[in-house]
């Protein structure tokens, strides 16, 4: 299993600013992904975190927009740019060994956007 | 696109009766999981069925999985208040993970 760590937990953002949440695993993993759950809904991939190059997007999610980084093995960042309203909502980074296996899930960041 | 349908949306019962909850898909899978998230906190994963398998159990967690009728159902016995929390399916649809609409279930004491 692993344990995984997000910071902030929350936030309250102005519009137009940017924000960068932090994921920490405990123990190296081989894949790392990011989710938004919006309010009262279920989960939707953002990306992949792909260590040592470029994060792999879902449909309708973008680099400029969403930034991410991962240097290791245990740690990658979501930056969520010029926020608007529409991007309030709780960011959860989550982790697995394969694709095929459980996903263990960080608790979240939630954001609320002005 | 959610690759999970479940059913019912939501689910209210008292504390002590079974509670069943759905879910349907799309297409062939390697696994389906199932996972709890309290109130806006991150996701406990419950069980992983593999698609060669038809029953698994954990606890008072049943999970059934009908390939052929592409569904799943969670059965959670003897409820607990400490089981309120909404419940997703989820599966491998391409290289990712994929979840279901989601059940909130309520347990009333």
């Known amino acids: 299993s692993a344990v995984i760590s997000q910071k902030p937990s929350r936030d309250i953002c102005q519009r137009g600013t940017s924000l960068t949440i932090q994921c920490q695993v405990d123990?190296?993993?081989?894949?790392m992904f990011w989710y938004r759950q919006q309010p009262g809904q279920s989960l939707t991939l953002i990306a992949t975190?792909?260590?040592?190059?470029?994060?792999?997007?879902e449909s309708g999610f973008v680099i400029d927009k969403f930034p991410i980084s991962r240097p290791n093995l245990t740690f990658s960042t979501l930056t969520v740019s010029n926020m608007s309203p529409e991007d309030s909502s709780i960011y959860l980074c989550?982790?697995?060994?394969?694709?095929?296996?459980?996903?263990?899930f960080g608790p979240g960041t939630r954001l609320t956007v002005l | 696109s959610q690759q999970g349908e479940e059913d019912p949306q939501a689910l209210s019962i008292q504390e002590g009766e079974n509670a069943t909850m759905n879910c349907s898909y799309k297409t062939s899978i390697n696994n389906l999981q199932w996972y709890r998230q309290n109130s806006g906190r991150g996701l406990v994963h419950l069980i992983l069925i593999r698609s060669n398998e038809r029953e698994k159990h954990s606890g008072r967690l049943r999970v059934t999985l009908d390939t052929s009728k592409k569904s799943s159902s969670l059965l959670i016995t003897a409820s607990r208040a400490a089981d309120t929390a909404s419940y997703f399916c989820?599966?491998?649809?391409?290289?990712?993970?994929?979840f279901g609409t989601g059940t909130r279930l309520t347990i009333i004491p």
């Open positions: 123990s190296q993993v081989t894949m």
């Open positions: 975190a792909n260590q040592g190059s470029e994060a792999t997007y």
């Open positions: 989820a599966t491998v649809l391409g290289e990712k993970l994929t």
């Open positions: 989550s982790a697995a060994g394969t694709l095929y296996n459980e996903q263990f």
